[in-house]
């Protein structure tokens, strides 16, 4: 069964940085694209970036173009988001996703329990 553990969320104010890392267990990593997305109170869970097979292609959601940054590393089974110049709006709860796909358009069916990622201004 695949598993999935977010961490690195917090507290932080507008323009710090954080990086989430997602651990990756119950299959082999390196075969499939993994995501991220995120929810913020009353919204719809959206997408924000993934990551193919291997990390050489990548895809962003326009919101946080220029400023995360999506990438694995399949011999720690550990995905990262590197999120710099925050904003108040990346406020949410951050999910790791993954699914039976090796494209960034990989459909995920997989989903971690999420870290909160809050931005104060």
């Known amino acids: 069964q695949v598993q999935l553990v977010e961490s690195g969320g917090g507290l932080v104010q507008a323009g710090d940085s954080l990086r989430l890392s997602c651990a990756a267990s119950?299959?082999?990593?390196?075969?499939?694209?993994m995501g991220w997305f995120r929810q913020a109170p009353g919204k719809e869970r959206d997408f924000v970036a993934a990551i193919n097979w291997s990390g050489d292609s990548t895809r962003y959601a326009d919101s946080v173009k220029g400023r995360f940054t999506i990438s694995r590393d399949n011999a720690k089974s550990t995905v990262y988001l590197q999120m710099n110049s925050l904003k108040p709006e990346d406020t949410a709860v951050y999910y790791c996703?993954?699914?039976?796909?090796?494209?960034?358009?990989?459909?995920?069916?997989?989903w971690g329990q999420g870290t909160q990622v809050t931005v104060s201004s």
């Open positions: 996703a993954t699914g039976q796909g090796r494209t960034t358009y990989s459909v995920p069916n997989y």
């Open positions: 119950g299959r082999t990593f390196s075969n499939y694209a």
